[in-house]
């Protein structure tokens, strides 16, 4: 049996990560039997990230090459879908993945009355007596890649305005179509859904939180993604 090697669950999510939500909602798209393995530190995994798939052996990490893996096994994420259309979901999963996703990142590290929820959770594996230590280094290792990005040296209403940008774009494509190519979900939903889902779900609501459940079609499409999509991963 194939094994995923995930982040534990967390506010009502099936994972920390929308990466390694996003792998679970392949692993079940594929038909594949799969069971997880939650972990808290995935220093000693390829890439030293997560999701991390097990399989035969080997182990595949990267919700991409993870994809890419159960394609080659006979998975098929794009049904019904043309070359072009699958070229979209490659680049709407670009966007919300390298962009929209950061956003998350940032209110979830930089965000103080987030992180106040969200540091003891992610870190309480780490011993008592040096887990405000870890986090604390975390935190500012986070922060030096937002830094570094450029995100983290945005104005509040910059980054709520590239937020809007991508938003507005995530709604003309999916108009009238209950998931993002049609009515069925795809890979591409994979990717969106854990993100949006994710920032809707923040301990703390901020700007950003705000702006997604404002948007009408978020609302309708959680919705539905959550219930076609997530069933008994939560």
């Keep these: 049996m194939l094994t995923l090697i995930t982040f534990p669950a967390s506010f009502g999510e099936p994972s920390h990560s929308p990466f390694c939500v996003k792998a679970m909602i392949l692993l079940q798209m594929s038909g594949q039997p799969w069971q997880r393995e939650d972990i808290a530190n995935p220093s000693s995994m390829p890439h030293g990230k997560l999701p991390v798939l097990r399989a035969n052996g080997e182990l595949i ?3 991409e090459f993870i994809e890419g893996w159960l394609t080659e096994q006979g998975a098929d994420f794009y049904p019904d879908c043309s ?7 490659h ?6 993945e390298e962009s929209l996703r950061l956003t998350l990142v ?3 590290w930089l965000h103080d009355q987030n992180w106040a929820h969200i540091g003891p959770l992610f870190f309480e594996a780490v ?3 040096i887990r405000k230590l870890i986090a604390r280094k975390a935190r500012k290792s986070v922060k030096a890649g937002l830094m570094s990005h450029g995100i983290a040296r945005m104005s509040a209403e910059q980054r709520l305005q590239k937020v809007d940008n991508d938003l507005n774009a995530l709604e003309q494509i999916i ?4 998931f993002m190519l049609g009515a069925a979900p795809t890979a591409v939903d ?11 779900r923040l301990p703390v609501e901020t700007a950003i939180t705000q702006l997604v459940r404002s948007k009408g079609w978020v609302k309708g499409y959680l919705q ?11």
């Design 224 to 234: 539905r993604g959550r219930s076609t999509l997530y069933g008994d991963l939560v």
């Design 61 to 63: 990490p990267d919700s």
């Design 127 to 129: 011993p008592r007596p």
């Design 83 to 89: 070359s072009e259309q699958k070229a979209i979901g």
């Design 91 to 96: 680049s709407i999963t670009r966007m919300v």
């Design 190 to 200: 994979a990717a969106v859904l854990p993100v949006l889902s994710m920032i809707d």
């Design 175 to 178: 108009g009238t179509n209950d």
């Design 106 to 108: 940032h209110d979830r």
